[in-house]
């Protein structure tokens, strides 16, 4: 309240006292509201030590720029085994680690239609008994292998993967190819007909993909997410723009190629026909960028933000390869058919790695549409994009908003902005069904759990420099 | 001014009245702003007249509602000379009608261009004389012909065109092929790269597409028109999504036809290379589902806007085939290179029908990136399209505008709403050198001139039905 004196109405301003605010305002004082919540609860000691870590903000600028300025080019498709180093019975999944004890449906699911895919069962189901056991096989994070995978995220040795690179660094990520949606194995089906597509995207698809980036050479695909940006889509359930403009790349090499027009003619209707292809190809450019901002002492910036449909986990820049897990929410969204709440699993996937990186959720406000598939008004997409900007260190220079007057996407989430103001990542998602092999019901809106950014928070301030 | 009792300060409401407005809130009383304007000068006897036309209000919700129903199916490509009964000597140009004597630049220089591209003369210039002489040759509006065309939009017997259809009632409708951007026979340039490209353009370009057409099936352009808008395409000056979703349709025909394959894959290279590829799909879709308007009496909807680079041509569903015109306007802009307002030609070519349909200018809301070729603030793009609420008759049932809450686009502009709102029409448009031989020089924003709105009205005046 500022000083005053003889008989003027007081100024006040109210940070958060809403109660307060009332009351002075009914007295006839000039009240100006500030919206401020307190960080979140335990948080104040560790907040204040990261906060006083004096090597915090350039650790967090140097963060930024590595995350927005290394190049991510498309090299190759390679098949999973012998790229990854995995056998048969080597697994990959989505998420921080878990074992099937805990795994919910749609990775079990997955699991089976995997181990059947391998042909080290005949049938999904006969695979219970292998991963029940707890031997005999391998479950490991995509992310432990600088990989990543959608919802279940299941990778093995037989399926192809997209390999990305810095060129500046030779580094590489990778991803699976993308299925289509519905009853698709990283949505925990696995019926005839999902492993028959399988084998196709392994025989057809991916050697005829591998030629045609071969011939064609590297493909910028952070010039393609640039662009879509700028046609509606957000990189996480829109992708409809860079699928096309990704296709266009590779048509002329896929055209020229040896290969019988009959499988270039499958191969471009299979790709072209599903407006998701794309987010295989946005998540391993934005795992690479993350990854360069890795390791960097007193960084408080999230790297990784992975679900495998039991705990939701991040990564952050000051604390190596720790994960800060908590469990996995429930998705509000538009459901397919008749499914409905009690259908959808919690949250899945590694594809929240888009919006670590500043897209997806964080960059709906350029991809209003999206709101007819996760739900909601799109004043709400807007607003939340918006929302990010008091979360993260900076902007995206490559990547902009055209309706926010093409400011930058906002990049690179703050754990410390985080607790201080309550606010979580917004995530757009599909929603799986939480039976194993039901597929896809839904898809919607979704943020982590609060209490891994105090997690993360308090093993910052463990490591925090010493104060001078 | 409302009735008043005792010492309450007086409420006003001022239409439009600034200064009387200012006047009383200074002398304390609560002032109402409405924004209004008088019609535009010498229009009031003509607006009493056709707005008490007792057919008016069903007339214009016929032309709407027939505007917004009709299909508009791409069934083929034809060569233009047999399809439109075009001699070797027979040119088609954009806009309303014009002679050789008041052409502008663009429009001789795409004329002169069209007679080397028809091997009258070996060299375009040789052609002035045959032009300039009056006689030995034939040229019509594109739109006395059931076409349309971008520019300069000449139209010569070896050009190849597409062909819409709407199959209830058979009528079709044609536009050229687009050539792409820079230096282009459609702005008017006409070297020697022009022309090999015209006739690469009529010797693999059209019979391929014809083929893959034909195998394909009717593609349906107003089901692709209503994505564009989802993607950041306003279908006049942004149809990049479009031109990929259109690719996407005949990929497959295209690859499976026996044609050589290195004859495919520079069709597809150049196909997705031009974003403005869809534009001459967009613009005869448009001119079909408005020439559906044409006739009905009493109505005051605009069924076409067509420039021709000297004058600004309109004609309306209540006058049947007779044009109004005006001076074309300078284009306000961004330029290529070192061009500047000096070097451009007035507004020109028949893709103002986007506009006429409720897209382009009408839809710039949708397609905040067009910003970046055309000038002006992103805030700028979304009020034009609110702003065109104002003189439209309805809102598309199928080509909506995310980020207004979904809203249809501003369709069926009524000749009476622009004249007592004297808001005009918002354009935007490539900009053409006004020398023959330039080509492009940028691209920006225009209005028809105020002037063919009244003359219009007039017409409409004229033909009222008699007062009961």
Redesign the interface.
């Given at each position: 309240m500022s000083a005053r004196n003889g008989s003027q109405p007081p100024n006040v301003i109210s940070a958060g006292l809403e109660l307060f605010a009332d009351a002075a305002s009914e007295q006839g004082a000039q009240v100006r509201r500030i919206d401020w919540r307190p960080p979140m609860p335990s948080s104040e000691q560790a907040l204040a030590r990261v906060m006083a870590d004096r090597r915090r903000v350039q650790a967090n600028a140097e963060a930024l720029a590595r995350i927005t300025s290394t190049a991510a080019l498309l090299v190759d498709v390679l098949p999973a085994g012998p790229t990854l180093g995995l056998g048969t019975t080597d697994f990959l999944h989505a998420g921080p680690p878990i074992g099937w004890d805990r795994a919910s449906g749609p990775l079990r699911g997955a699991l089976l239609g995997a181990a059947a895919f391998e042909g080290i069962v005949d049938e999904p189901e006969q695979a219970i008994e292998l991963f029940a056991s707890r031997a005999g096989y391998s479950l490991d994070p995509c992310h432990h292998h600088s990989a990543v995978g959608p919802m279940a995220g299941v990778i093995s040795a037989s399926m192809w993967l997209f390999v990305v690179e810095d060129p500046s660094t030779g580094r590489r990520t990778y991803c699976s190819l993308n299925e289509g949606l519905g009853k698709v194995l990283r949505y925990g089906a696995y019926s005839p007909d999902v492993l028959s597509r399988l084998r196709w995207m392994s025989d057809v698809l991916g050697p005829l993909l591998q030629q045609a980036v071969r011939a064609r050479g590297p493909i910028d695909l952070k010039a393609i997410l640039a662009q879509m940006l700028?046609?509606?889509?957000e990189a996480h359930n829109r992708n409809?723009?860079g699928t096309?403009?990704w296709?266009?790349e590779v048509?002329?090499a896929l055209?020229?190629s040896a290969a019988p027009?009959?499988d270039?003619?499958e191969v471009?209707?299979f790709v072209?026909?599903n407006d998701h292809f794309f987010l295989n190809l946005a998540m391993p450019a934005c795992k690479l960028t993350l990854d360069s901002a890795r390791d960097i002492p007193g960084s408080t910036v999230v790297v990784a933000m992975a679900r495998n449909g039991t705990d939701f986990g991040i990564q952050v820049a000051g604390t190596g390869q720790q994960w800060f897990t908590g469990p996995a929410q429930l998705v509000d969204g538009l459901f397919l058919g008749d499914y409905g709440p009690e259908d959808a699993n919690p949250d899945i996937g590694d594809s929240a790695i888009t919006e670590t990186a500043g897209l997806g959720g964080f960059a709906m406000a350029a991809a209003?549409?999206i709101?007819?598939f996760v739900g909601g008004?799109?004043?709400d997409a807007?607003n939340a994009s918006r929302r990010m900007y008091e979360i993260t260190v900076g902007e995206h220079p490559m990547y902009s908003i055209?309706?926010l007057?093409?400011r930058g996407t906002p990049t690179g989430i703050d754990v410390t902005k985080v607790v201080r103001t309550q606010i979580l990542p917004q995530i757009n998602t599909g929603m799986a069904g939480k039976q194993a092999g039901v597929g896809q019901v839904g898809a919607g809106l979704v943020t982590p759990p609060a209490e891994i950014f105090v997690q993360a928070l308090t093993a910052l301030a463990e490591r925090a420099a010493p104060l001078l």
């Open positions: 700028q046609m509606g889509d409809r723009a096309l403009m296709l266009r048509l002329p055209i020229d027009s009959s270039v003619a471009v209707r072209s026909g209003p549409a709101v007819r008004e799109v004043g807007i055209p309706v007057g093409f």
